[in-house]
């Protein structure tokens, strides 16, 4: 009877997981859609629509399986410090090999503008690139570097994703209820608190400074990781993520792919003596020199 009822649940369990990975999939597949509707953008083919599904499904399941593998690392290893084989094993390995088995090779340029693994230091450093496409928050792991990501506390709900990403210790932010007598807050507050402490830690931030995935447009940056770049007086490292168009729509892993994705990594900005629009220019200015500028092309 025992049994019985274990299995039962079991069943279960795996029915609910199998939909959440299947409805997640689904709904990535509408956002990713939206943002390739621009005028000066090829709209996704069905292959492209079945590539960004079938992405979507092997980063959920496989970030699930290292999400279980973890705690063998844990005893084997004789530390509970899960950050470093769910941040630098299975997030890094499933990102890129999600990109070489389904979207297109990944060609990473101006490495040396990196600093070494090894040499980070507080305050670290605080990456900033443009965001187009859910493409780049798996290229950007070619860089084979170790940051924090800030996520809404949502996305701990996503299957896979949301669980090995808790336990690489990102940071999640939430809204705040009103309090009485004040007004209503975001998790704002929470974001440079958590933000300032990895980076006075040693570990770098990773920011999308545009807050939304945009591809045809170049959109404003608001001023997050910059206030923090401030705050701690660290270095911001520009990197550009170029997605080719050809991203989704070709017919690639089984021909080769057209065009790879690009990653530049610029020269630092120091920040020191500085202010708040000045290093959010020069960001914006260095992330763009190299990517096209679709509201100039005919």
């Known amino acids: 009877m025992i049994v019985w009822i274990l299995a039962t649940l079991l069943k279960t369990l795996a029915a609910v997981f199998l939909t959440a990975v299947v409805l997640g999939s689904f709904v990535s597949v509408l956002q990713e859609r939206k943002i390739w509707k621009h005028p000066k953008l090829p709209s996704l083919t069905v292959f492209g629509m079945f590539k960004v599904f079938i992405m979507n499904v092997l980063w959920m399941l496989l970030c699930a399986l290292g999400s279980l593998l973890t705690p063998l690392y844990c005893v ?3 530390s509970w410090a899960t950050r470093k084989w769910a941040h630098c094993v299975v997030e890094r ?9 389904i979207v297109a090779p990944v060609e990473v340029v101006g490495i ?6 090894k040499l980070y230091h507080s305050p670290a450093p605080i990456f900033v690139a443009n965001h187009a496409s859910q493409i780049d928050v798996a290229a950007v792991y070619f860089l084979n570097r170790e940051w924090r990501w800030i996520a809404k506390s ?14 690489s210790d990102h940071v999640f932010i939430d809204r705040v209820k009103k309090q009485p007598g004040g007004n209503n807050r975001t998790g704002a507050r929470n974001l440079y608190l958590q933000s300032n402490a990895s980076v006075q830690a040693g570990v770098p931030m990773f920011f999308f400074p545009q807050g939304t995935r945009r591809h045809g447009e170049r959109l404003p940056f608001k001023d997050g990781a910059f206030k923090i770049a401030l705050e701690n007086k660290s270095t911001l ?8 168009s050809t991203a989704w729509n070709s017919w690639y892993p089984f021909v080769k792919a057209p065009h790879p994705i690009k990653i530049t990594v610029h020269a630092p900005i120091e ?3 500085k202010d708040l629009e000045t290093i959010k220019r020069e960001s914006f200015d260095k992330i763009y020199s190299i990517l096209p500028d679709y509201s100039k092309q005919s």
């Open 271 to 273: 920040t020191t003596g």
């Open 76 to 78: 084997f290893s004789g």
């Open 93 to 101: 390995r499933v990102a890129q090999w999600l990109c070489d088995h």
């Open 154 to 167: 949502s996305v701990m709900f996503l299957p896979g994703v949301g669980q090995i990403m808790w336990l």
């Open 237 to 244: 490292i520009p990197v550009s993520v170029d997605i080719p």
């Open 112 to 117: 040396e503008n990196m600093p070494e693994a």
